[in-house]
C-alpha cells in the first residue's frame, strides 16, 4: 500500500525502494508530456464526464424541452426546474421513488454490517485462535469466492421459500452477507493476521481473555481493513440488480431503486424525465460515500495487488 | 415507511445479541481446549453461513442442470446440448466472448494510458477522480447515462441523444445503435469500459509508482526512452498487477447482466451468458436450463480465479 512510507534508517548507509521513491517525488526528472499526449487525456476525460453531466443537465430541463432539444441548448437559453425531482418523489400516481430509496437504505445497511460483523470475527478464529483444521477451513472460505451468486440463487430461492421469508428483506440481507463473506474473510485476515503477535502476548499476561483481546485490540487495529471492505460492501449492496431482482421482484413495498430504474428504462424509455432524475438520486449516495472514503477505497482495491 | 426502519433497526438488533452471545458463550471457554470451543463461536457463523448458501446451493444447481429443462426430469446432457445448439443461446456465448476480450483489453489501455499521462501533474488527483468515479455509480445508473448518448432522432428531426448529433454535425445519417447488429454490443461495452477503466487506473498506477528510481534511471542510462522503456521496464515491472486486473475485470465482463437488461433486454442479438441465466431461469420457467447456463459461468470463472490466486502467491 502506497500510503504506507516506511522511514529508512538514515545510519545504514541504504536506502530502501520506499524511501528512494519519496526522493523521486521531488525531483525535477519528471518528463512534460507531449502535447499530443496531453489532447489525448483530454478526450478520455472528457468522454468519461459528458455524457454524466449531460444527464445531470438534462435531469433540470422542462420534460417538454428534454424531448424536444438536446441538453446541450441549455447553454444558450438556460431554463432549469427542480419539477422532475418533486415528480419522481412525489406519490401522486402510485409509487413514488421515495419508496425505492427507502428500501435501497433498508437494504444497504445491514447487508453491509452483517457480513462485516461475521468477516471479522472468523478472520480473528483464523488468525489467532488454534483449532484443528483451521487452514483447511480458511481455504475453504477463501476458495468460495469462485463461485458465481447466479449458481447459488435458485436453491436459496427454494430455501427462502420454505422458511417462510419469500418477498422480505432478509432474503436479501442474508444473501448478500453469504456472497460477500469469502472476500470480506480473507481482506480482514490479512490485516488481522499481520498484527505483532508481541501485543496479543503483553495483553495475556496482563490477564485478558480472547474475547477482550478481539474486542479492545484487534478490532480497533483492523480498522482501515473495515472501512475498506465496509465501502465495498455498501457500494456493491446499493448497486446490486441482479440479487434483488430475483429475491425481491418490482413492488415499492421492498425493491431497491436499481431495479424501479432498470424497469423504467425498458417500459417507459421515452420518459427521460422521470429518468434522469432517478437516475441522479441513485447516483448521489454512492458518489458520495464513495468521494469521503475514497482512501480507504482505494487502499482496498490495491491491497490485492500490492501484496 | 417507519415500519421499514423498523425492521432494519429490528435486523440490527438481532445482528448484536448475536453477537453478544457468541462472545459470552466464547468467554465462557476454558482450559486446554479452549481455543477450539471459541473458535466454534468466532468462526461457525461464517462457515455454517457459507456452507448452507454457497457450497449446499451449488451442490443442488450442478444436479439440476443434468436434469432436463425443468430440473426435475431424468439424468442426461439435454440442457448442456442446447446451449450448444440452440442458435440464441449460442450467439448469447460469442457475445460473452467478445465481452470478455475487449473490456478488460481497452479499459487496461485507457487507464494506463490515462494514469502514465497525468501521473505527477499538478491535477493528478482531480484528473483520478474524474475517470474513477463512474466505478462509484451503479451499472444501472451508467446504462440510463449511455442510453441517453444513444437516444436515436430521425435524421431531419432535432436530437437529444449527444452521439447522434455529432454524427449529424459532420452530415451523416442517425443510428439506431442500440438496434443494428451486430455493432450494438460494441455500444453496450463502451459502457462496462466507462466503468472499468478507473479501477485498471487506480492499480495500475499504484504499481507504476511502485517501481524503484534507480531501474528506471539505469535504464536511462543505458539508452532506454519512450516505448522502449515503457516495454522492457514499466510493464514487466508491473506485471502481478497488470494480471490481478486483468483476470479481474474479465470475470466482471463474464458476469455482465446489469448492463445488457437495462439496455436493450438482450434484444437484438445482445444477449450474454448471465442474461439468458435470468431469463431461463425465472421468466421462461426452465430452471435446469438456467442451472446449466450457471455451471457453465462457473466452469468458465473458476480457472481464472485459480490462475489469479496463484500469480498472487508467486509474487509474495
Known amino acids: ?307 | 415507511m417507519l415500519d421499514k426502519f423498523g425492521q432494519m433497526f429490528l435486523a440490527i438488533g438481532v445482528l448484536v445479541a448475536v453477537v453478544v452471545v457468541l462472545l459470552l458463550l466464547a468467554s465462557l471457554a476454558r482450559g486446554r481446549n479452549g481455543d477450539r470451543l471459541r473458535a466454534l463461536f468466532f468462526v461457525g457463523p461464517t462457515v455454517l453461513l457459507v456452507a448452507v448458501g454457497l457450497i449446499y446451493p451449488t451442490v443442488l444447481t450442478i444436479i439440476k442442470s443434468f436434469r432436463g429443462p425443468a430440473g426435475t426430469g431424468a439424468f442426461g446432457f439435454d440442457n448442456y446440448v442446447t446451449i450448444f445448439t440452440r442458435e440464441a443461446l449460442r450467439s448469447s456465448i460469442v457475445n460473452t466472448a467478445i465481452w470478455v476480450l475487449l473490456v478488460p483489453l481497452l479499459a487496461i489501455a485507457i487507464g494506463l494510458l490515462y494514469a502514465i499521462i497525468v501521473d505527477r501533474t499538478p491535477i493528478e488527483s482531480f484528473a483520478k477522480t474524474l475517470i474513477f468515479l463512474p466505478m462509484a455509480i451503479s451499472m444501472v445508473g451508467a446504462s440510463v447515462i449511455w442510453k441517453f448518448v444513444y437516444e436515436y432522432k430521425p435524421t431531419q428531426a432535432d436530437q437529444i441523444g449527444l452521439l447522434n448529433q455529432i454524427i449529424k454535425m459532420f452530415g451523416g445519417e442517425t443510428r439506431q445503435f442500440l438496434v443494428e447488429s451486430p455493432w450494438n454490443n460494441f455500444f453496450l461495452i463502451v459502457v462496462m469500459i466507462w466503468i472499468q477503466a478507473g479501477f485498471a487506473m487506480t492499480v495500475l498506477s499504484a504499481a507504476i509508482k511502485a517501481i524503484p528510481d534507480e531501474i528506471i534511471e539505469a535504464a536511462r542510462i543505458d539508452g532506454a526512452s519512450g516505448w522502449a522503456l515503457f516495454w522492457q521496464i514499466t510493464l514487466p515491472s508491473i506485471r502481478a498487477s497488470l494480471i490481478m486486473v486483468v483476470t479481474t475485470i474479465a470475470i466482471a465482463a463474464l458476469k455482465v447482466f446489469d448492463i445488457v437488461r437495462t439496455m436493450t433486454g438482450g434484444n437484438w442479438d445482445t444477449s450474454v451468458i448471465a442474461n439468458d441465466f435470468y431469463s431461463a431461469s425465472f421468466t421462461q420457467g426452465q430452471p435446469g436450463l438456467g442451472s446449466a447456463l450457471a455451471v457453465l459461468l462457473f466452469v468458465l470463472v473458476a480457472p481464472i480465479i485459480v490462475y489469479n490466486v496463484r500469480q498472487l502467491r508467486e509474487a509474495s
Open chain 1, 1 to 307: 500500500m502506497t500510503t504506507v512510507v516506511a522511514t529508512p534508517d538514515p545510519e545504514a548507509g541504504e536506502l530502501t525502494p520506499k524511501g528512494k521513491r519519496k526522493r523521486r517525488r521531488s525531483s525535477p526528472t519528471r518528463q512534460t508530456s507531449s502535447p499530443l499526449m496531453t489532447v489525448v487525456a483530454i478526450i478520455i476525460a472528457t468522454v468519461w464526464t459528458v455524457p454524466t453531466l449531460g444527464l445531470l443537465i438534462t435531469s433540470f430541463r422542462e420534460p417538454m424541452d428534454i424531448r424536444r432539444t438536446g441538453w446541450w441548448t441549455a447553454f444558450s437559453n438556460p431554463e432549469f426546474t427542480i419539477d422532475n425531482y418533486v415528480s419522481a418523489m412525489s406519490t401522486s400516481g402510485g409509487a413514488s421513488m421515495l419508496d425505492y430509496f427507502v428500501n435501497s437504505f433498508v437494504i444497504t445497511i445491514p447487508s453491509t454490517l452483517f457480513p462485516l460483523t461475521f468477516a471479522a470475527l472468523a478472520a480473528y478464529g483464523f488468525s489467532w485462535l488454534k483449532f484443528p483444521g483451521r487452514d483447511w477451513l480458511f481455504i475453504v472460505v477463501f476458495a468460495l469466492q469462485i463461485v458465481p451468486l447466479q449458481v447459488a440463487l435458485v436453491p436459496l430461492m427454494q430455501l427462502y421459500g420454505d422458511l417462510n421469508l419469500q418477498g422480505t428483506y432478509w432474503t436479501v440481507w442474508i444473501s448478500h452477507t453469504i456472497f460477500g463473506l469469502p472476500l470480506a474473510v480473507f481482506m480482514m485476515f490479512n490485516s488481522i493476521r499481520d498484527l505483532p503477535p508481541a501485543l496479543v502476548e503483553a495483553a495475556t499476561i496482563d490477564g485478558a481473555g480472547p474475547v477482550q483481546i478481539f474486542l479492545r485490540i484487534v478490532l480497533p487495529l483492523a480498522t482501515p481493513a473495515i472501512a475498506a471492505y465496509g465501502i465495498f460492501q455498501f457500494l456493491w449492496t446499493w448497486n446490486d440488480l441482479l440479487v434483488s431482482m430475483v429475491f425481491l421482484g418490482g413492488s415499492a413495498d421492498v425493491a431497491p431503486l436499481t431495479v424501479y430504474i432498470s424497469q423504467l428504462t425498458g417500459s417507459r424509455g421515452g420518459q427521460w424525465y422521470l429518468l434522469s432524475a432517478g437516475a441522479f438520486i441513485s447516483i448521489i449516495v454512492p458518489v458520495v460515500v464513495f468521494l469521503l472514503m475514497q482512501r480507504y477505497f482505494v487502499r482496498g482495491l490495491t491491497a490485492g495487488a500490492v501484496k
